[in-house]
């Protein structure tokens, strides 16, 4: 990209004509490299910062929610990129088991109406990997688009040889520690993707279903019932017992008794167990070994079978140890209409007692929304207990924090809480379970390799059918994406530990919480030592945006329309911590409109900027003498330090020189839309609408105090586009590269994070004080609707005697007033006097903060007895607003019978109009002479 000359600065902010050509430049220089021999870590002089990106899927699109999370990470690498690290965002995609099976299944179904069974493992898979191959990664392309500054030499895929030599080692590790084990249990189970799905993928939803209060009849005494309540009514044909407490004084006497099973009228046990809760409904529950997992688990306790009577279709039929307990009219029907022929079968026989209406969590898969099936099945599991040990203590003893720290209650929840991790799965697409099995001899191998032959009796092995779940490979992406399991690996220990992990409180148990027991039991380190958890993006109605729903945003159509910068701001400057983002759908202009607005501005404060600079070169501001610079010079240097300061805290403790952050919560700040406010009010209130208006007549006139005034608009716009361009990176880059004493190559994506310079001083409250009186008499003149173009006369007058001229702490005032009313007059449309005798009449009066008195005559530029009329009855009317307040708060019956928070409120309201009342009184006075 070449630098266009000063008048080839378009009129309008044009995205589309900078943004790509200048994200080519930024790749061809390797700004985005990550060089691991510069790392502390291995010998060696900068400080390493990493992300790990949350790979999308594969065959993924970019949708609102990638867009916020990888703004977020940007922001944060280009910071530490700028500031001196050796920064390292590593991006990737994930293979993503049940989403990619799900679509190839789908393209084969509809031009082939062929199922994957009909094409055969191996073709299938070989169909698969053909189709990421052409069609995966995209979402990485279009990453590029939104400025993401990705090291792109290393991207990874959960399903490359490196990263799949990972997922075996972890296999067998934890194999080999007896950590993972085949069992025979009740798991989630999706009749849609015929799969198994972990207690994390099968998502519970409220829903409003029925409650059917059924009697099982006592055998041998049919004339009394126990009354059984079931959401599920179909699954009664696979009741094994009913249970009571052995507490429950009700039932004692039944217990080690029968009651006959509804419908088919088989026998079956009562059983005392302390499952069944007094409490909840009738105190009886019917218990289903092989269809729900609590039953599983009291079934085991008193050595009951389990039949299975739904299949993995979710279809009614006699699957194992389950003869006779099917009726032929149920047989093959599917499990919703199984329930209702049930029903009607209870009613008909008197059996079915009462329906309630039932509030109830129904499971769902969280990939294709099919109700989840509790099934009895053969699967591999992960003991999380003792994984979970030391991931527990660590956010509890600080050395990993979540941001916002609410969710650390919530992890510390689930931790104390977890179950063991059901990771097989019952597709073809995704890593192959390492097991292989021995007919010849029983012999069951781990292995790290392919075996083909049985390591005990040398006889033919067959492999485990199943695959893993996807994220058993995303739980390893911190340390795989790195190299590991070699530990010799350069990145690996350049950049790991990583640093600060971004993503959605959505899966915090899917993928963090297991990223970090990873980490712990395969590293002994923690991965990361910053969770940050923002928003969800949602529409108006505060709904997630989703497919679905079709209420998502594009963001490549958000790019198209007003550039990625105003995408970036949009969604950085609402990044409050945890905070949902609310966006509509249906107008991006609106939805947009904050970013594309600040670009606008900021675009053209470089055109004003760069436009009246003129011609030859700039001084630095080192050369400058410290006498050579105006008040406005050194109050906008001192609040660029402030603003340098303010940001600081917002993104976090700057890294002490040469050394790590501190263990604790000061590492990252983490409060982007502070940074982006703190930046905004800086370049926009400070530099454009005081220190460029003021310095405008300096920089068309000659000689030292227009160089003074060149030298420190270029110092503190070449800072404010630093501070600015991690988030607006693209239109800062444009502007930066035509600022003066560039050198040729220089990007600013490169250049040096702003320090914090304090040789001229700190003299902000004199410059503040003239801002005060400009800004005062801006606010007289629209108050009193004098005409913009009229000049009108000024005085500004000292307190009286405290603080006067005389004394030591009114002297700066005066001088710098007095020294300065000329930019005054010039910024107000006025005539200014210093400490002057107010002419008698009409005049509106106002006080600074100094306490110096501000008059501005009216005779003559107002119709003065027009406007006492106006003011009087605005008067009037709010002291008759007063009076009925006060009368109000003085109505015992309203003060007793009013919640508290409306009284006060009340008297706040009380308050504020009684303030109003005492000014409004004072303007009157002094205009009319009332």
Not at 782 to 807: F, K, N, R, W
Request: with cysteine.
């Amino acid at each position: 990209m070449t630098t266009p000359s000063l008048d080839s600065l378009s009129t309008q902010f044009d995205p589309v004509a900078i943004e790509r050509p200048i994200y080519e430049r930024w790749r061809a220089a390797g700004v985005f490299t990550a060089r691991a021999e510069r790392s502390r870590r291995v010998g060696g002089d900068r400080e390493p910062f990493t992300i790990v990106i949350p790979p999308p899927n594969v065959t993924a699109v970019l949708h609102m929610g990638h867009g916020l999370d990888n703004v977020a990470q940007d922001v944060l690498m280009r910071w530490r990129r700028m500031a001196g690290d050796e920064a390292l965002w590593v991006p990737g995609t994930d293979h993503a088991g049940i989403a990619t099976q799900n679509v190839v299944e789908k393209l084969i179904w509809n031009t082939e109406k062929k199922t994957r069974f009909d094409v055969g493992r191996a073709e299938f898979v070989k169909r698969t990997e053909t189709f990421v191959r052409e069609t995966g990664g995209e979402i990485l392309r279009q990453l590029e688009a939104i400025g993401s500054s990705c090291d792109w030499s290393r991207t990874a895929y959960t399903l490359s040889p490196e990263l799949s030599r990972a997922v075996r080692e972890a296999f067998v590790r934890l194999y080999e520690k007896g950590l993972v084990y085949r069992g025979h249990r009740v798991i989630h189970w999706c009749p849609r993707c015929l799969t198994s799905l972990s207690d994390e993928e099968a998502e519970p939803h409220e829903t409003t279903g029925k409650l059917y209060h059924i009697a099982y009849p006592l055998a041998g005494n049919p004339a009394r019932s126990l009354v059984v309540a079931t959401t599920r009514p179909e699954t009664m044909l696979g009741d094994v017992a009913v249970a009571v407490n052995p507490k429950d004084e009700r039932y004692r006497d039944v217990v080690g008794r029968r009651v006959l099973l509804p419908i088919v009228n088989i026998e079956i046990p009562i059983i005392a167990d302390d499952y069944a809760d007094p409490a909840f409904g009738t105190g009886v529950v019917k218990i289903t070994p092989a269809h729900d997992a609590n039953d599983f688990e009291v079934g085991m306790r008193h050595a009951l079978p389990t039949p299975v009577i739904i299949d993995e279709h979710a279809v009614v039929r006699e699957v194992s140890e389950a003869r006779g307990r099917v009726p032929d009219e149920l047989r093959g029907l599917d499990r919703f209409e199984a329930r209702e022929r049930v029903v009607e079968r209870l009613r008909a026989s008197g059996q079915l007692l009462k329906v309630d209406a039932h509030q109830h969590a129904v499971r769902r898969c969280y990939r294709c929304d099919t109700v989840v099936e509790p099934r009895l099945s053969d699967q591999w599991f992960v003991r999380m207990k003792p994984l979970a040990e030391p991931a527990l203590q660590a956010v509890r003893d600080g050395t990993i924090r979540i941001v916002p720290d609410r969710w650390e209650g919530v992890y510390v929840h689930w931790m104390e809480n977890i179950r063991d991790w059901n990771i097989s799965r019952q597709l073809w697409w995704g890593h192959r379970i390492p097991v292989w099995y021995c007919d010849a001899c029983g012999t069951q191998t781990a292995s790290r390799t392919d075996i083909d032959r049985c390591p005990t009796c040398a006889g033919a092995v067959r492999q485990d059918e199943d695959v893993l779940d996807t994220w058993f490979s995303s739980w390893l992406w911190p340390l795989s994406t790195l190299g590991w399991p070699d530990a010799n690996a350069q990145d690996y220990r350049a950049f790991y530990p990583t640093d600060v992990l971004v993503t959605g409180p959505d899966i915090l148990f899917f993928w963090v919480a297991r990223m970090i027991m990873a980490g712990y039991f395969f590293d002994g380190r923690h991965p990361f030592h910053t969770v940050f958890l923002h928003g969800i993006v949602r529409d108006t109605q505060h709904r997630k945006m989703s497919k679905s729903l079709a209420n998502g945003i594009d963001p490549l159509d958000v790019v198209n329309l007003y550039g990625a910068d105003a995408l970036r701001w949009t969604v950085v400057s609402g990044m409050g911590l945890g905070v949902d983002q609310i966006l509509d759908p249906t107008n991006l202009e609106q939805s947009f409109s904050p970013g594309r607005n600040f670009a606008t501005k900021l675009w053209n404060i470089g055109r004003f900027l760069l436009g009246n600079l003129g011609g030859g070169s700039v001084l630095p501001l080192a050369e400058l003498e410290a006498g050579s610079l105006t008040r406005a010079d050194r109050w906008i240097l001192s609040r660029l330090n402030d603003a340098i300061a303010s940001i600081e805290t917002a993104l976090g403790a700057p890294r002490p020189p040469g050394g790590a952050w501190p263990e604790g919560s000061a590492r990252l700040g983490m409060r982007l839309d502070a940074y982006a406010e703190v930046a905004r009010r800086f370049v926009w209130d400070e530099v454009a609408d005081w220190y460029v208006e003021v310095s405008k007549g300096r920089l068309g006139e000659s000689g030292s105090d227009r160089d003074t005034a060149r030298a420190v608009l270029v110092h503190v716009f070449d800072r404010a586009l630093r501070l600015l361009h991690p988030i607006v990176p693209f239109i800062t880059e444009a502007l930066w590269q035509r600022l003066p004493g560039r050198r040729e190559g220089e990007l600013l994506a490169a250049a040096e994070w702003p320090g914090r310079d304090e040789r001229f001083g700190v003299t902000e409250r004199e410059f503040e004080e003239v801002r005060a009186a400009v800004t005062t008499i801006r606010r007289l003149r629209a108050e009193y609707a004098v005409p913009p173009g009229t000049l009108v006369d000024v005085i500004l007058s000292p307190p009286g005697h405290t603080a006067g001229i005389g004394s030591a702490d009114g002297r700066w005032v005066e001088a710098a007033l007095r020294e300065e009313a000329s930019l005054i007059g010039r910024l107000t449309r006025s005539r200014v006097a210093i400490a002057g005798t107010a002419p008698a009449g009409a005049a509106a009066h106002a006080v600074l903060p100094s306490h110096w008195s501000v008059v501005v005559p009216l005779e003559g530029l107002i119709d003065v007895g027009r406007e006492c009329e106006r003011q009087r009855g605005e008067l009037a009317n709010l002291e008759k607003q007063l009076t009925s307040l006060g009368a109000r708060l003085e109505n015992a019956n309203f003060l007793s019978r009013a919640k508290p928070e409306v009284v006060e409120a009340e008297r706040a309201k009380h308050r504020e109009w009684s303030a109003r009342r005492l000014v409004l009184a004072e303007k009157v006075k002094a205009l009319c002479g009332d």
